[in-house]
T-cell receptor, first 111, second 112 residues
Framework: RKEVEQDPGPFNVPEGATVAFNCTYSNSASQSFFWYRQDCRKEPKLLMSVYSSGNEDGRFTAQLNRASQYISLLIRDSKLSDSATYLCVAIDMNRDDKIIFGKGTRLHILP | DGGITQSPKYLFRKEGQNVTLSCEQNLNHDAMYWYRQDPGQGLRLIYYSQIVNDFQKGDIAEGYSVSREKKESFPLTVTSAQKNPTAFYLC???????????FGPGTRLLVL
């Protein structure tokens, strides 16, 4: 079975620091990628789509490396409110298991 | 407000009982999805629907059933055949199949 793998963490990071997550995927035919954040006992909320050219939204930057089959998320100047679990998602519409969620990386921002 | 809603927030099921989880969206999205999440696990796809009156099985459809009679609604029934139904159930929708998905607040199902 094709997988999406993430370091489960937790990552304990002081407020203001920069933190980076990687997510590897084994299905080279995956077409679309996303990062979601999920707060404890809540639904996932879209953080960013991920494009080959990279994309940035404020303090957040996402990158896709197709050659090495990983996507990354960089959070600069981390805030206490960034504490959450970050889920990586890969989609391959041509497979039976079309959408694969990673198990998530837990981030704790420390005051 | 546009959005996706799920009810109830918590649901208790007795052994041998079927229960139905509600999912409604007013985003005019064609595609809708049901996932289950177990503690420490990624989301797993149960069923999805790309358009009204059509749906397909996901990775873990056994013990579940769905209907899509209206664009706005995609209810999930957890049947007595699902032997381990305790989980967090999440409904999502997207403007078209496999585009960016937006999630409802979820329903926690517990077995008594």
């Amino acid at each position: 079975r094709k997988e999406v793998e993430q370091d489960p963490g937790p990552f304990n990071v002081p407020e203001g620091a920069t933190v980076a997550f990687n997510c590897t995927y084994s299905n080279s035919a995956s077409q679309s990628f996303f990062w979601y954040r999920q707060d404890c006992r809540k639904e996932p909320k879209l953080l960013m789509s991920v494009y080959s050219s990279g994309n940035e939204d404020g303090r957040f930057t996402a990158q896709l490396n197709r050659a090495s089959q990983y996507i990354s998320l960089l959070i600069r100047d981390s805030k206490l409110s960034d504490s959450a679990t970050y889920l990586c998602v890969a989609i391959d519409m041509n497979r039976d298991d079309k959408i694969i969620f990673g198990k998530g990386t837990r981030l704790h921002i420390l005051p | 407000d546009g959005g996706i809603t799920q009810s109830p927030k918590y649901l208790f099921r007795k052994e041998g009982q079927n229960v139905t989880l509600s999912c409604e969206q007013n985003l005019n999205h064609d595609a809708m999805y049901w996932y289950r999440q177990d503690p420490g696990q990624g989301l797993r796809l149960i069923y999805y629907s790309q358009i009204v009156n059509d749906f397909q099985k996901g990775d873990i459809a056994e013990g579940y059933s769905v209907s899509r009679e209206k664009k706005e609604s995609f209810p999930l029934t957890v049947t007595s055949a699902q032997k381990n139904p305790t989980a967090f159930y999440l409904c999502a929708s997207s403007i078209s199949s496999w585009e960016t998905q937006y999630f409802g607040p979820g329903t926690r199902l517990l077995v008594l």
